[in-house]
């Protein structure tokens, strides 16, 4: 099939190389013109592993072209897949701009039948806005085509994205269209054969369903750093905890990983934007405004274990920190953790020697020449003449370093672990004094 796609970030560029692999014929198209060129150089403009492999293979099959043109784009495909950003506005809620844009893109050039798939993340109503802007651009030019206008939502995470979208657990399709209903079953067919993941449902629906998710996710991440905060403060251990609650089939072991807060480009987003959508009908979505709260004062947790071993005077203090990144396997440092660890250390006098696997690139260019930050090659290097050592990112080579390395270089022996990697009798053994998330002694 002839599949067009709007936005060639993680989503777009994901979609449509995937959609590529098996088969189809996919033409992604952003405003960017210096994404495009890098592209069809096949210089990938994320870290997503596996992604480079696909996008290279399929655009030598032929299968997959950029453009920045929108009319070629519209001409192109019968599905027109929109999977540009909706970052948030200042008040929280999604900003429709682009999405509307390309909605006026299809209805100013499209000469035939089109399907207008939103994936991007979306408030509810989006679908008619959507059809709205579409049907403008068509009554401007006096043309009465017909359209279909889908919400096909995304799932994908970060670092895993090949594989969700290629095993995915549910293909949610909001549609009121038979017609395009059928076309979707189509596309999706390569993803669906064993096992019928296809759920249908209205287009309103299909939109919430995706914050609804998201949400569910970033509340359980709360909740669980909510019980790790009082684990602490009664001497329990949240690891034990978790694992006690995890085994309850109707909790599940999945998202209950205690942290020093959720980032990313998704969750603080859609939780906000629907907390948002919730006044913009009158109801105040407590749960959801508490979700984010926590997550708020949980970014500031770690700096203050630190503070607090300084007996509240960082001025001078060397901070080693592992990890950027918002999670391991991308160098994504939206909304990351570390971000609010390193600036939190800065005021108050203390400069930080970092190291990421990936996102050396991507601190760079959002730090720049930032006075107390030093960006080290190794996460060895990270710990030389450093006081202490901060973690904020589980990659798996921070998983098991030589604990006498990591004691021996530090001026103090002790490790704050935002993310819960290590055995605190291990650490001990090798002379470490050892703060996590929630983790009864030395709290
Ligand atoms: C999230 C969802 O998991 C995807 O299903 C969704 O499609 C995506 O948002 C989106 O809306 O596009 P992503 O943001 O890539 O995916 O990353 P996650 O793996 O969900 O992690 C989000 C944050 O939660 C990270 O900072 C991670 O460290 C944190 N987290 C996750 C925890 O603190 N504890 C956990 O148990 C799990």
């Known amino acids: 099939m002839k599949i067009t796609i709007f936005g060639t970030g993680y989503v777009g560029l994901v979609t449509g190389a995937c959609l590529a692999d098996v088969g189809h014929q996919v033409l992604c198209m952003d405003v960017d013109q210096a994404k495009i060129d890098k592209l069809e150089n096949g210089q990938i403009p994320i870290y997503e592993p596996g992604l480079d492999a696909i996008v290279r293979h399929t655009v030598e099959a032929g299968r997959l072209a950029f ?35 390309v909605a006026r893109s299809i209805g100013t050039y499209m000469t035939d039948y089109k399907v207008v798939v939103d994936k991007s993340t979306v408030p ?47 293909i949610v399709v909001g549609t009121d269209s038979e017609r395009a ?4 079953r189509e596309v999706y067919y390569p993803f669906n054969r064993n096992h019928d993941r296809m759920i249908f449902m ?17 509340t359980k991440i709360s909740f669980m750093n909510e019980v790790a905060n009082l684990a602490e403060r009664l001497g329990a251990d949240i690891e034990a905890v978790r694992r006690g609650i995890g085994s309850d089939p109707r909790i599940g072991y999945h998202f209950i990983y205690p942290g020093c807060g959720y980032g990313g480009s998704c969750f603080p987003k859609d939780v906000q934007a629907l907390a948002r959508t919730a006044r913009d009908c009158d109801y105040e979505a407590r749960l959801l405004n508490a979700v984010e709260a926590v997550n708020h004062a949980q970014k500031h947790v770690l700096f203050d274990k630190i503070s607090h071993y300084f007996g509240g005077n960082l001025d001078g203090k060397v901070v080693a920190l592992w990890g950027l990144a918002f999670k391991p396997n991308t160098d994504d440092m939206r909304e990351a953790s570390s971000r609010n660890l390193m600036e939190d250390l800065w005021k108050a006098g203390a400069t930080v020697q970092a190291f990421d696997p990936e996102a050396m690139e991507e601190t760079q260019r959002i730090y720049g020449d930032q006075p107390g930050l030093t960006l080290c090659g190794t996460k060895e290097q990270a710990l030389k003449n450093a006081d202490v050592l901060a973690i904020c990112t589980e990659w798996k080579e921070f998983r098991s370093p030589d604990f006498d390395v990591v004691s021996a270089a530090l001026r103090e022996p002790v490790v704050f672990d935002g993310r819960n990697l290590y055995d605190p009798d291990i650490l001990e053994r090798h002379g470490l004094i050892y703060y996590a998330i929630g983790r009864g002694r030395n709290q």
């Open 124 to 170: 509810v109503g989006t679908g008619d806005r959507v059809r709205s802007a579409v049907r403008a651009e068509l009554d401007h030019r006096g043309l009465e085509l017909e359209f279909d206008v889908v919400s096909n939502p995304e799932f994908l995470k970060e670092g895993a994205a090949i594989n969700d979208f290629m095993k995915p657990d549910r």
């Open 67 to 101: 453009t920045t043109d929108p009319r070629k784009a519209v001409e192109h495909g019968t599905l027109q897949f929109i999977a540009v950003g909706t970052p948030p506005d200042e008040d929280g809620s999604a900003d429709l701009q682009y999405v509307t844009a």
């Open 181 to 184: 209903a059928d076309l979707l």
């Open 202 to 218: 209205d287009i309103r629906s299909a939109e919430l369903t995706k914050y609804a998710a998201n949400a569910m996710l970033a």
